[in-house]
């Protein structure tokens, strides 16, 4: 069963290539917020995570900072 | 424990390159690295890696990853090394959680991002305060911001930004910057830019995320109101967690033309060695010479 996953992330930052190639890797399906062209959704993932560092996942609530991949693991249950 | 022929420990230019060599000649080996890529994932714009006319940093980085994978490669990636025991013909790797032996290593663990040191900047790191302006620069759009550092990559900041943010303040701490010459003109002409030079960072201030930066200029305090602060003052070599081994002030690993360390069986490549010029093309270069030199040093031992 597919979780509703988002990215917001830069086209430029290396960690959001990754984490978005390491979902794609495993077969999740994942919304891409690129916040460098959207204000509004740059202004979410401040207000979600308390931090402006990109990438930021929102895997059904569960906010993660970074590419860590033990908690998007765990998230995820994969 | 088994005993591997090689390990690469860092995966940014230096050491993929060593691994597509290790994978050439069929050596038993191990990459152990906190990330892929290194410092060239985090470049913006480059225009002098022979073959690319253009290309950006990520790109790069992702074509080195996609050679590399061609062959089969044991790569422990998220792994930090804390430590390197042993001597002569065996060597322990040691990570938080665990550990490798090896015949050689290759260290090509590159560079990190100096901190100011200033109050304020561990609290507000990720919430105004960054090391990355091509990661993080778009989310400061329309904002007013500060980049500190006065040589190329504070440049390149302040070129990136000045596109984007409200207004620039580039603070340097010497008498004028340095730099290239073309990326001095363009900051010195835009109108979003103002540089002050001969300042010092005090602090950096916000109550959730930063909304200002106290600097000394000239013996006296001023408070910029600034949401972004861009860290720009250079590259400390990730040199610490190995100890007995000759390094030079900086703390770069001392090597030979070979890149042969001060220990016998232990090889560098890249950013993390006091070789002349930092470039992803040498870093890559020295990778390859690095990894030839082990498989020379390997054949000796093995028919002494």
Redesign the interface.
Known sequence: MGKNVKVYS?P???????VKQFLKDNNVVFQDMD???N?AM?AEM?SKS?????PVLDIEGTII?GFD?GRIQQALEI | MDMYDLIIIGAGPAGITAAVYAARKKMRFLMVSKDVGGQAAWSGDIENYTGYQFISGPELVHKFEEHMRTYSIDLKEGEAVSGILGSGDSFTVQTQTSGWQSKTLIICSGKRSRELGVSGEREFRNRGLTYCATCDGPLFSGKDVAVIGGGNSALDAALQMMRIARKVYLINNTAGLEGDAVMREKVAQSPIVTVVNDARVVSVQGEKMVSGLVIDHGGKQRLLGVQGVFVEIGLIPNSEFISGIEKNPLGEIIVDKYNQTSIPGIFAAGDVTDVPEKQIIIAAGEGSKACLSVFRYLAKQSSS
């Open positions: 830069t430029t930052c290396p960690y959001c290539v990754r916040v460098s062209v204000q740059a401040i308390g931090q402006m560092g990109v900072v991949k």
